[in-house]
């Protein structure tokens, strides 16, 4: 290689061509790990200004000669700017869709690993000079009375909180780590699975279903309908797929499969399919299983589909634009159709595609007394799969042999993004990696995280809480995390960010009952006092009276009539306060259980947005008499008591994005507990899995819970309900249409609350830095810099 071949940056030589498939191989023998990382860095920094700056084609700013290539929509991942991990010679792939099955798999057994991609010597630290690794905190270790289950419902008996957990509770922690170093015990042979057969049968065992194409049914992927969406998986489970070779259980499980010869070919005959749907099965246990011996380490994650518009809708889109009409005129037509603006013009390529995947003949199906539980929110929808038993403890049905769905999330890409787009926005270097139906492809800086198992991260990543909690993830997944700065050419980097990730704060959990024998209510009241005063004037011919969400009207009309408190809530009787009487509704006396006098009637007042004619109405009612139900005695309690002696908790954990993986979640147990939990655990918790999954019923309150919560946190934060919108809805059903459709149109019904950061692939704000008086992209700048060139040349007044 040439001197002039490279643009010298401090200690940093950087090619001056853009890194693409060819030139990341053709380089790599001459450039460290950090300079490989930059310059693939700074070419997607290139690539994703351009792609926000036209929404099809991009063309460098460095030569005519690397624009990149149109979309052709059944490749919608077809880029030199990624690398194909099992390419062809001749790189024209083109699956065969009218052969059988066998050919189908023969033709993927074709396909070879990339002869290139090999692993780096991670016992060399030099491969990481120059970067930044970032620390983790580790949890403090405390003694434990017994090992509990990260959900496991927690009793305590009394009002205070009862223990702190970390959201990552790890119930075999010891063991996540065991898991994560046999990538060093392993006889590495194979960086990623040996072939895209043993890389697709892989992922259909991490996953659970099979979307690509079928003998009765097209690929969802990239279906020959040009009204339904492209898709792709993206993220972990193709991580999971690609280093599954790093597992001794699956190269063990492979070995012993028996769809191969001895001459490496794949065995004739019905056997075939017979034997490979058994290494599925087997599989498939391995991934899902917190199996104490051969504990996958992706037995906690889950799958991401990503959902390019349709090339139909995309068609339209260029129609739209090639006549001038603008985003707002577009917004205007998207919002006769739904809630969701322009990307309103797409929503019938979601529910088309939902049909496809999820509908009464859908690829992925819930096994015999199973039901799936939906959540949708702006721009994505989720499931999870639950049992359809009427009680846990009476549910006699084995479910150790079915295939169990992986809980899986379906993002809708804005209407002007693409896949492309949406696979450079993936923070984590490791995450990169996508699945298209036809091909793996994965970013440069993906291919070095295969290669040296390690995970880079810009210092714009660890801005965002979660994507903390993501490099905590991936680290325990046995990727060492690095930081570094793209622009910083000195010999030791000097990233202007804190490296170190502190341990998740403490997480509350405990129980609404009062401890029995106490003496003192919260506001230093005597309990027999209340109690005493409360009788004697129920003796007197006064009523205890329900003031919370639903409010008794006229005493002498109690038993035939109730006043509506705001027109969201459902209307039913107090019923009777005696336990044994059937349908009895359990009323809680206000004194006893607020923190001051008055306090729960301001949080109800601001919770249900009463009027001052309701505020006349409940002043009229014996502070002693008044009373709540069991429900919004419990929410009182989580807002006004847990969440006000941990402010942190809603700082560190917002609610303002509509990716409903890794949100707070809020569940109510037992009518009488709170379980409070937050990445990877609550409603969509992936290790709920077979006999240890939850009912279906059960899944449903607790996104009802959390829909609660989520308003009453509202109602902390801004002092009322006023302008609060909703961040997701939710079904849970029997199929009639598929209830995945049924969520989409209520979610397209539904004002829902907006994201808080603009779309995936359209966010600049995520990989460069902003002059804050012209608004111009600093390309270049060192992440923290807000020198701006052409503000600095201005002439100053």
Not at 650 to 662: A, F, P, R, S, T
Request: glycine residues 6%; contains cysteine; aromatic residues 10%.
């Amino acid at each position: 290689m040439n001197a002039d071949e490279y643009e010298v940056d401090g200690s940093l030589r950087i090619p001056r061509v853009l890194c693409d498939e060819n030139a990341f191989f053709r380089y790599r023998p001459h450039l460290s790990t950090r300079e490989q990382l930059c310059w693939a860095l700074r070419t997607e920094t290139i690539l994703r200004l351009a792609k926000i700056k036209g929404r099809l084609g991009v063309l460098s700013e460095k030569s005519s000669e690397d624009e990149e290539e149109d979309y052709i929509y059944s490749r919608v991942l077809k880029s030199k700017y990624l690398i194909d991990l099992y390419p062809e010679e001749n790189n024209e792939k083109q699956p065969k869709i009218d052969t059988s099955a066998r050919g189908h798999d023969e033709y993927d057994f074709s396909c070879k690993a990339h002869s290139q991609l090999s692993f780096v010597d991670v016992g060399i630290d030099d491969n990481f000079d120059g970067l930044t690794r970032i620390q983790i905190e580790k949890k403090k270790k405390t003694k434990k009375a017994g090992k509990k289950r990260p959900y496991y419902s927690y009793n305590s008996g009394e009002e205070e909180l009862a223990c702190g957990s970390d959201s990552d509770d790890d119930e075999c922690n010891e063991n996540d780590k065991k898991a994560a170093n046999k990538k060093n015990e392993t006889d590495m042979k194979h960086i990623i699975p040996p072939t895209l057969l043993h890389f697709r049968i892989v992922l259909e065992a991490y996953t659970g279903y099979n979307l690509g194409a079928s003998s009765t049914s097209a690929s969802s992927y990239n279906s020959p309908d040009t009204s339904i969406p492209r898709s792709a998986i993206m993220g972990g489970a193709v991580v999971a797929a690609l280093t599954s070779f790093q597992d001794e259980v699956v190269v063990q499980a492979f070995a012993s499969c028996g769809i191969f010869t001895e001459r490496g070919e794949l065995i004739d005959g019905d056997i075939y399919s017979e034997k490979k749907q058994a290494l599925i099965k087997k599989l498939h246990t391995h991934f899902l299983y917190l199996s104490q011996q051969h504990r996958s380490v992706y037995s906690k994650g889950d799958t991401d589909i990503f959902l390019q518009a349709s090339p139909l809708t995309q068609a339209l889109m260029n129609i739209f634009e090639g006549h001038g009409i603008s985003d707002d005129q577009i917004n205007l037509i998207g919002s006769y159709i739904g809630n969701s603006g322009r990307n309103s013009i797409c929503a019938g390529d979601f529910e088309r595609y939902a049909e496809i995947v999820m509908g009464k003949n859908g690829k992925i199906k819930a096994p015999d007394e199973t039901l799936f539980a939906f959540a949708a929110s702006k721009h994505a929808a989720s499931f999870i799969l639950g049992t359809d038993g009427e009680d846990d403890a009476w549910n006699q049905t084995n479910f150790d042999e079915v295939t169990w769905p992986r809980t899986s999330q379906f993002i809708q890409l804005d209407i002007r993004a693409d896949l492309l787009g949406g696979l450079f926005d993936f923070d984590q270097s490791i995450a990169a990696c996508a699945f298209d139906g036809v091909s793996v492809r994965v970013a440069p800086r993906a291919a070095l995280s295969l290669m040296t198992n390690a995970n880079f991260v810009t210092p714009f990543c660890l801005e965002e809480h979660r994507n903390k909690q993501r490099v905590v993830k991936y680290s325990q997944r046995g990727f060492k995390p690095f930081l570094v700065d793209p622009y910083d050419g000195r010999q030791t980097q000097n990233v202007a960010c804190d490296a170190v990730i502190a341990r998740k704060p403490f997480l509350p959990r405990g129980n609404c009952r009062y401890q029995s024998g106490r003496q003192q209510t919260w506001s230093g009241e005597d309990w027999d006092e209340v109690l005493g005063t409360q009788e004697r004037n129920m003796n007197e011919g006064e009523e205890r009276m329900l003031c919370c969400h639903r409010l008794s009207g006229d005493r002498d009309l109690r038993g035939r009539r109730t006043k509506y408190l705001g027109d969201t809530r459902s209307l039913y009787e107090p019923g009777d306060l005696d336990q044994d009487a059937g349908g009895a509704t359990y009323m809680h006396t206000m004194k006893l259980f607020e923190r001051s006098p008055g306090d729960a009637i301001d949080f109800f007042s601001r919770r249900f947005r009463w009027s001052a004619e309701d505020m006349i109405l409940v002043k009229e009612v014996d502070p002693y008499l008044r009373m709540a139900c069991q429900k919004c005695k419990q929410d009182y309690n989580l807002i006004r008591v847990v969440m006000a002696k941990y402010p942190d908790l809603l700082k560190e954990y917002d609610l303002n994005d509509d990716i409903l993986h890794g949100q707070f979640a809020y569940s109510s147990s037992n009518c009488s507990s709170f379980e409070p939990s937050f990445y990877s655990g609550g409603v969509f918790n992936s290790t709920r899995v077979r006999n240890e999954a939850r009912r279906a019923l059960k899944i449903y309150a607790m996104l009802q819970s959390q829909s609660v919560f989520e308003l009453s946190a509202y109602v902390m934060k801004h002092g009322s309900a006023e302008g609060y919108k909703k961040r997701f809805v939710f079904h849970c059903g029997y199929y009639a249409e598929s209830d995945l459709i049924s969520t989409l149109r209520k979610a397209q019904r539904t004002v829902l609350q907006e994201p808080a950061r603009p779309p995936i692939g359209l966010n600049p704000e995520r990989f460069v830095e902003t002059c804050g008086q012209c608004q111009s992209w600093l390309v270049g700048n060192i992440y923290g810099s807000k020198d701006c060139k052409s503000c600095n040349d201005l002439p100053k007044s």
